[in-house]
Nanobody, 122 residues
Framework: QVQLVESGGGMVQPGGSLRLSCAAS????????MGWYRQAPGKQRELVAR?????NYADSVKGRFTISRDDAKKTVYLQMNGLKPEDTAVYYC??????????????????WGQGTQVTVSS
C-alpha cells in the first residue's frame, strides 16, 4: 500500500520562500512520475510541476519554482521562491507508475498526498 506524507507548508509574506517535501512509502522499488498539484478555494486542481525523465512546470510558476527528486529516499521536493498571493492553495503531492520491491508488477495508479496549505499574505 502506497502512502505519501507531505511537509513544509505554511504562511509566508509575498516574495518569500517555502520548500515542500513528499515522502513515499510502501515497499516501493521505483517511481516513474512524481509531481505537485494545487487547488485554490473555488478553483479546480491544477498541475504545478512534475518530474520523470523530463520536467514540466505550469507557466505561472516557471522561473520561481523548482521541482526535484531523491530516488533513494523516494521523495519529491518543490522549492518555491518569489511567492505571490495567487500561489495560495492546498498543495498535493502525486506519484504514478510504481514498481514494487521484489516484483515485476507495474502499478499505473495515481496516488495523492493529504495536502499541505500554502498561504502567501502580508
Amino acid at each position: 500500500q502506497v502512502q505519501l506524507v507531505e511537509s513544509g507548508g505554511g504562511m509566508v509574506q509575498p516574495g518569500g520562500s517555502l520548500r515542500l517535501s513528499c515522502a513515499a512509502s510502501g515497499s516501493i522499488n521505483s517511481i516513474s512520475h512524481m509531481g505537485w498539484y494545487r487547488q485554490a478555494p473555488g478553483k479546480q486542481r491544477e498541475l504545478v510541476a512534475r518530474i520523470s525523465t523530463v520536467v514540466n512546470y505550469a507557466d505561472s510558476v516557471k522561473g520561481r519554482f523548482t521541482i526535484s527528486r531523491d530516488d533513494a529516499k523516494k521523495t519529491v521536493y518543490l522549492q518555491m521562491n518569489g511567492l505571490k498571493p495567487e500561489d495560495t492553495a492546498v498543495y498535493y503531492c502525486n506519484i504514478a507508475g510504481v514498481y514494487y520491491s521484489g516484483s515485476d508488477k507495474y502499478d499505473p495508479e495515481n496516488y495523492w498526498g493529504q495536502g499541505t496549505q500554502v498561504t502567501v499574505s502580508s
